[in-house]
Every structure is written in C-alpha cells, then in structure tokens.
C-alpha cells in the first residue's frame, strides 16, 4: 500500500532520515520489487527473512560511470551452454545496504545486469546473495555529506554464477520492474523529504519561543515568522501533493512516472530549503549539531540526487 509506505517513511525520516534510506532500500528495492515481481519459490525463500530483519537486503542498479542513465549499464550477465547459470562481471555502486558492517557485503540483493545489447529489452534482474563465490565489497563509500548512518557500498561482480532460478521475472524482461518500483522509490523518498521538513519546522518553531533577542521571544519578529510560515505552507504544499499520488497509485500498475517524479522534484529542494531556513533562525546554534538541523540539511541534498537527480531525465 503506497500511502501506508508514505507514512511510514516520512516518520522514519522525521526522527532520522539515515536509518530510513536504509529502511527504503530494504523495503521498498528489494522486499516491494520481489513481491511484486518474484515467483512464488522466491518469495517464499527471500520474503520470510527480510521482512523479519534477519536478512538485510537492497538492490543493485547504478555503477560507478552509469547514474540517472541506467540503461547504460555495462554489467553483464553470460549465460552458460545449458541455460541453468548465469555468470556476472562487474560492479555496481552507490548501493545502500551495501553493507551493514563495513567489511562483508550485505545479505540479499536484486542485481540488475545485460543480457543482451538490447538498450530496453535486454536488462535482466537477479537475486544474488552474500557469499556466493566472486561477490564481494568493493569499498564501503567513506567521507559522505549527508546520510552517514546509513552504510553505502560498491559491490564487485568477479564472476559471480547465478542458478537461472534465481532471474526475478524474465530474461530480457527488467526494464519494466525496474521502472515501475522507480515510481515508488521517488514517492517515498519524497515522503522523506516530507519528514525532514517537519521536523526542521518544529526545531526552528520551538527555538522560535525559547530564545529572546531585545526583550523577547524571536518568534515575535517578522523575519521569523516569515521563515516559519513560509516553510509551513510550503511542507504542507508537498504533502498534500505526495499523499494524493500514493492514494492513487496501484503498486501492480506501471506508466505512473509523471507524477511520481513530480513529488520528488518537488519535495527534495522543498526539504533542503526548510532545513536551511531552520540553520538560519537558529543562527550559531543552527550550525552545530545541537539541534540536529544541520544534519537535516546535509541529509536532505541526497534526495536531490538518489533514486534520479533532479535535473536528469526519468
């Protein structure tokens, strides 16, 4: 259920919007793409341990010289004489859940790669798990802006065998699963702007109140209550806008791709400029980490540019 994905995501995001990346590589790329498009083996081994949190899962798509583009990618999976494997070479980057430790790969991963040089019709995907020979962690990605306590990783494909049992869907036939949990991904990373938002708006509300400049509460001034109000309407401008495209969207369905990155070209810039707001009616106090916003505000870039950077194509 879309809206019921929006909520959950937009809290998460208001208490820590690093722990809800991960939770949305978890839930929304790998658990909501292999419901949707696993066969029934599958979902019966995968689903039970991912939705439990025993297994920790995420899923594989950009690479370190393909993003937005990414039926660009150079990822290819050979498959064997008889048709029963598959054997992938390559890498893929930017990957949350990538791992969890900071040494190993993380447990279970929907890996898109080419199985043909087809630009739409030759993406296939694959689950592919930790430990199976020639898989492994290329880099945990260090020194990041934002979205610190949410790991990322490059993973390595150094011919890695795959059972064909383990192609989600049809060869040849991801680009369209791919495309349609794009469409949720944006919605909830919007909805994790939306929780960003809030929650820069209470900080710089309550702060508004507490701290007296000349006689009184800043809260009084009309630059204040500018930034307030201003952040206010545009939050709730959003919100509006995200919670009408989830209740409208079927998860079964595809071709829902305007409005879905109409929410997140909207919400993203929308979350940056509240916490920026924020940073500013706290003044010094905005820049430390005291009160959390200038977190809120390096957390909020990656959603201008994960799941499609807002100037790119869709």
Known sequence: DAVAAVIAHEELSASDPAFCLSFLAHSMLFVNNLARNGTVEQKAK????????EKIGGMGMSEPGVGTDVLGMSTIATKSADG????LNGAKMWITNGTVDGSNTGDVFLVYARTSDDRTGGVTSFIVEKGMPGF?????IEDKCGMRASMTAELVFDNVVVPAENIVGSEGGATLCMMRNLEIERITLAAMSLG????????????SQERKAFGKPIGDYGQ?????SESYAEYMAGRSYVYNVARHLDLNSFGNGLDADGVKLYAAPMAKRVADRAIQVLGGYGYVGEYQVERLWRDAKLLEIGGGAKQGPP
């Open 224 to 228: 204040i209550q500018k930034a307030i």
């Open 84 to 87: 029963s494997t598959y054997t």
């Open 46 to 53: 995968y689903l039970p341990g991912a939705c439990s949190g």
């Open 196 to 207: 960003i938002a809030r929650r820069s708006i209470e900080v710089m509300s309550n702060y």
């Open 136 to 140: 492994s962690l290329g880099q945990k």
